[in-house]
């Protein structure tokens, strides 16, 4: 257990509520209902705006951005470059979310377009995704292809290939110089220099749409109100402590993964420092 990040995230989950900042959201047309949520649930104030003509203003007035690029029409590349472009001209923090990296060239070539244009804060994916991002800077060459936007089967995260795998995404950070925040039944972040992991969450989680999406606007939100680093580390156990609370109630109550979606919100509304504290698996590697 790692208690010195545990107690900085859970202050800075305390900070976000007190503060409420606002969060541009450029996500799926899918998800877009549940990140909302999701960032209120937390106190923070989502935006989601997608006109390429009011992009520069509307994250020009953001604290912080998240582009997801699960929804590709012409309009919303446009608004996606302008957001990023203008995110670190201002000093803005941003996440970004490559959706479905590795399974086809528009999606092999947008990260990139995004990361040459404006370098994010975080890049949150699946390790299919990450890998992806990792092969098209030619850091890596060993991917497996992703099913859909879902993670390989070969790369899901487990006791067993948590080391080599968190070396692989500690280069790929230090390569690009970005955190990176690798998904999963247990959660990779590296700036590069450090390594976490985090072992909480809940496998339902992966049985509704939607739960990476929230993740990266929680990162987002987080990120604007502290360093990227602790922004990954703090938003990733609150999804997955919120996860792993939410299945125990759904269960509880006979329901299915409907219920179970509504509440992960309802967890993520009530989550606070001590239950942070009292139930967050994280170590440093």
């Known amino acids: 257990m790692n208690d010195l990040i545990i107690k900085k995230s859970s202050e800075i989950i305390e900070n976000l509520r007190q503060t409420s900042p606002l969060t541009h ?47 590709l029409p012409p309009d919303e590349i446009k608004t996606m470059k302008i957001s990023a472009k203008t995110a670190v001209e201002n000093k803005i923090p941003y996440v970004l979310d490559p959706v479905g990296a590795g399974i086809s060239d528009v999606r092999n070539k ?48 487990n006791e067993d290939t948590v080391e080599s795998q968190a070396q692989l995404v500690k280069n790929i950070a230090s390569k690009l110089d970005t955190v990176i925040a690798a998904s999963g039944p247990m959660d990779i972040i590296s700036d590069g220099v450090s390594v976490y992991v985090i072992d909480n969450g809940d496998s339902m989680m992966s049985s509704i749409t939607g739960s990476g999406c929230m993740l990266g606007c929680l990162m987002a939100s987080y990120s ?45 509304s009530l989550i606070n420092s001590d239950t942070v504290i009292s139930m967050a698996n994280v170590r440093k590697i």
């Open 25 to 71: 959201c450029i996500t799926n047309y899918v998800t877009v209902r549940d990140c909302a949520n999701a960032v209120l649930a937390i106190g923070g104030s989502p935006i989601m705006a997608y006109e390429p003509e009011e992009a520069y203003e509307i994250t020009s007035m953001s604290n912080s951005l998240l582009i997801n690029i699960g929804n």
């Open 110 to 157: 947008m990260p990139r377009d995004l990361i040459d244009l404006a370098k994010p804060s975080i890049i949150r994916g699946n390790l299919s995704e990450i890998k992806a991002i990792g092969a098209i800077y030619d850091i890596i060459d060993n991917i497996t292809k992703a099913k859909g936007v879902d993670v390989a089967d070969s790369d899901v995260i």
């Open 224 to 268: 604007a109100i502290t360093s990227p680093l602790e922004a990954a580390i703090t938003a990733t156990l609150v999804m997955d402590i919120a996860g792993e609370k939410a299945k125990k109630t759904t269960i509880y109550n006979n329901e299915g993964t409907g219920s179970f979606n509504t509440s992960l919100i309802n967890e993520l």
